[in-house]
């Protein structure tokens, strides 16, 4: 059974630049959410995408969007990136059922982005 | 104030004793309650999960949920060197899409 798939694994770039990160879901899984963990801290959520769509949106500012794709994958972009976006990014997926986001979710490995 | 209040410790023990681990929150809409093993620099593993308040068992690990204080355990018996990690705490409201979590605490289990 594959698990949660996250690429790149690490990433390093440069203030002002912009990087996109992927995600595979757990197979069966059909929604995909994004957290941002910092440093000795726990993972903060981003965003969570359902049917192609953002559904839900935690306190990130709009340099953060996401996409998802009809195969449920998804992509995190950050744009005019920060010092302090410097982080381990995580996806995690899980199964709507009967339209309510009752399951819990599955992390994927994380990627590990550096900005300079 | 946040949420959800976890020491983020460390906390050192020995071989074979029995560990806890400890969250508190605010949030009395909080239904679904979780804790997730993280290995360094990995994502984090799901331990446990369990729904409103009550206890649940499974193998050397025990959550416990006391929804009356706000507040959640997690019991290792038996600690083992491998169960050196960070432990987190996690916590949804019902219906909610989020995983809103505590800090973490980080164990080590001396061999």
């Known amino acids: 059974d594959a698990g949660v798939t996250q690429s790149p694994t690490h990433l390093i770039k440069t203030r002002g630049q912009q990087v996109t990160l992927r995600c595979s879901p757990k197979s069966g899984h059909d929604t995909v959410s994004w957290y941002q963990q910092a440093l000795g801290q726990g993972p903060q959520f981003i965003f969570q995408?359902?049917?192609?769509?953002?559904?839900q949106r935690g306190n990130f500012p709009d340099r953060f969007s996401g996409h998802q794709f009809p195969n449920y994958s998804s992509e995190l972009n950050v744009n005019a990136l920060l010092l302090g976006d410097s982080a381990l990014y995580l996806c995690?997926?899980?199964?709507?059922?009967?339209?309510?986001?009752?399951?819990?979710?599955?992390f994927g490995p994380g990627t590990r982005l550096t900005v300079l | 104030q946040k949420e959800v209040e976890q020491d983020p410790g460390p906390l050192s023990v020995p071989e074979g004793a029995i560990v806890s681990l400890n969250c508190t929150y605010s949030?009395?809409?909080?239904?679904?309650f979780m804790w997730y093993r993280q290995y360094s620099r990995k994502g984090p593993e799901l331990l446990m999960y369990?729904?409103?308040?009550g206890n649940k068992e499974d193998g050397r690990f025990t959550a416990q949920v006391d929804k009356s204080s706000k507040y959640i355990s997690l019991f290792i018996r038996d600690s083992q060197p491998s169960d050196s990690a960070t432990y987190l705490c996690?916590?949804?409201?019902?219906?909610?899409?989020?995983?809103?979590f505590g800090a973490g605490t980080i164990l080590r289990v001396k061999s």
């Open positions: 995690a997926s899980s199964l709507e059922t009967s339209g309510k986001s009752r399951d819990t979710q599955y």
């Open positions: 949030n009395s809409a909080f239904q679904y």
């Open positions: 369990t729904y409103s308040s």
């Open positions: 995408y359902y049917e192609e769509e953002e559904r």
């Open positions: 996690a916590m949804k409201i019902e219906y909610g899409n989020k995983l809103v």
